[in-house]
């Protein structure tokens, strides 16, 4: 009876530091940005005395930075579409299909796990200047979305295999075309798992740095982790103000991730149920 309740206070102990390590650094920078940076220096660690609005409000009456959120959403939502939409095509050929090459195919492309995409930035920035897209967020968006389509094909072949043969017999025999079959039946069965993968090609596409600051130059373009670097090194001795600029762009990401946690979760847990 005793190692019962030790195991549940030490799993309640764990879950409350990792909060901790998470909670205490968003706060501390959320209260900083309240300071200016005198403020900051002198008492690093004391409420804002006087609070201080402007660096936030300074920050949201900037044009510059809802044109980085726009496009950090646009090319997010792009991303996921495209992804999400070649996937599901793929994955269908993949789970319900028997052809020659099936297994070496699909093995080709969950061979692209394997490999990053720092291992393709020479070659892929080639091809986007032979290409005409650099500077256009095409140039970011499609790599994304082939960089996305491993894993993407990986977890809707799986949960598109559970999907009983029957079902697809019971409508070939009412007149229902393959097509058919997968866009008025498998798909509306597979929202649990197009949204846990739409969810997955959004933050990852929300959080890339590397590729935007590679391929967009031109300042229209900039994402929000490209602006969160650029701000950086314009006020790079404003240390409030850096970070009332960070806290605001971490904003529509968590607010994105509270809304979709259920949809995530859900998502997994049933594509593992359903496994």
Not at 110 to 123: E, N, Q, S, T, W
Request: with cysteine; net charge positive.
């Amino acid at each position: 009876m005793t190692a019962r309740p030790a195991r549940s206070v030490s799993r309640h102990l764990l879950v409350w530091l990792i909060g901790a390590f998470i909670v205490v650094p968003l706060g501390y920078a959320v209260l900083s940005g309240f300071k200016s940076t005198a403020d900051l220096t002198r008492d690093p660690f004391g409420l804002p005395s006087p609070w201080r609005l402007s660096n936030y409000t300074g920050i949201l009456s900037s044009g510059a930075f809802w044109r980085q959120i726009a496009n950090s959403a646009g090319i997010a939502a792009a991303t996921a579409l495209v992804t999400v939409a070649v996937s599901a095509m793929a994955a269908f050929a993949f789970a319900r299909y028997a052809f020659r090459g099936r297994e070496f195919f699909f093995t080709l492309f969950a061979m692209g796990l394997m490999f990053p995409f720092a291992v393709a930035v020479l070659p892929l920035f080639i091809l986007l200047r032979a290409l005409g897209l650099l500077d256009n967020p095409l140039g970011v968006i499609l790599p994304q979305a082939a960089f996305g389509l491993p894993m993407t094909i990986v977890i809707l072949r799986q949960f598109f295999r559970t999907i009983p043969g029957e079902l697809e017999e019971a409508a070939v025999i009412d007149g229902c075309s393959r097509f058919g079959f997968f866009w008025r039946i498998l798909l509306p069965m597979a929202r649990p798992a197009l949204g846990t993968v739409s969810v997955l090609a959004i933050v990852t596409s929300w959080n890339n740095f590397f590729l935007p600051l590679l391929v967009l130059t031109d300042p229209k373009w900039q994402t929000i982790p490209v602006g969160v670097q650029q701000f950086q090194g314009q006020y790079s001795t404003n240390y409030a103000l850096v970070l009332a600029y960070i806290v605001l762009a971490m904003v529509p990401a968590l607010a994105f991730y509270s809304v979709a946690e259920r949809q995530l979760i859900g998502g997994l847990t049933a594509g593992a149920t359903k496994g």
